[in-house]
């Protein structure tokens, strides 16, 4: 009994610190797609919006401000999907993601201290604004009036962020994101060749951290 005890404090020790260390993201998206001009003679397209929202865990490197936040949620979107130059089809659609945000802060990139950055002392502005790199999954299930389309798309894109430390251990962070690169196809997929999907997202992070006794950013 007494060679896992020491597996056992290890094993509790990562899970207490692993449940001070989660974040919540929402965000608001407005989406933009359209034929790809080099395989399609005309051009069609549409945008509509979304909503999304999800949770995320924070970790980083210890002696750099590169900060991982990998997570999971689900997007809603509504609104005219392109079908020909004169029609669109009206439908809802219903997405479960996997993603991974990146973030790398400019100003204060060499900085030993590892905790989260609403504790740390400092300029706001020098200490919380980061640029993004984001990159996920998307498990999309559409529904059209009468048909259901499922697809999964790879997505990528970059952002700019700040943060703003409201408590000990508490840290908003609003950011606004641009995906692209993401290929959506049509329910006639034999007729029509694959859409191009951007999209242009302003959201928020709110990131809690249990750690105390560490000076935060002001």
């Known amino acids: ?11 509790t020790g990562l899970y207490t610190e692993a449940l001070g260390q989660w974040g919540v993201q929402i965000q608001g998206e407005r989406h933009v797609v359209s034929t ?16 999304f929202g999800g949770v995320n865990y924070f970790f980083r490197l210890k002696n750099y401000r ?58 706001t502005l020098k200490k919380g604004l980061h640029l993004i790199i984001d990159l996920g999954f998307r498990y999309n299930i559409r529904n059209y009036a009468d048909q259901e389309q499922k697809t999964g798309q790879f997505y990528t894109g970059f952002g700019i962020g700040n943060d703003f430390g409201i408590s000990e251990n508490l840290t908003i962070s609003p950011m606004i994101l641009y995906n692209f690169g993401h290929l959506d196809k049509h329910l006639d997929s034999e007729s029509y060749p694959e859409f191009s999907h951007q999209k242009i997202s302003l959201g928020v992070r709110l990131l809690y951290d249990k750690n105390k006794g560490r000076k935060r950013r002001y």
């Open 1 to 11: 009994m007494k060679q896992f005890f020491p597996i056992l404090v290890l094993v």
């Open 66 to 123: 590169l900060e991982f936040l990998p997570g999971a949620g689900l997007a809603y979107e509504s609104g005219k999907f392109p079908l020909i130059q004169s029609a669109k089809l009206n439908f809802k659609s219903i997405g479960p993601q996997i993603f991974s945000l990146i973030n790398i802060y400019p100003f204060d990139f060499k900085n030993d201290c590892n905790c989260p950055t609403f504790k740390k002392e400092g300029n």
């Open 36 to 51: 790809i001009p080099s395989v399609s003679s005309s051009e069609i397209g549409s945008d509509f919006f979304g909503v």
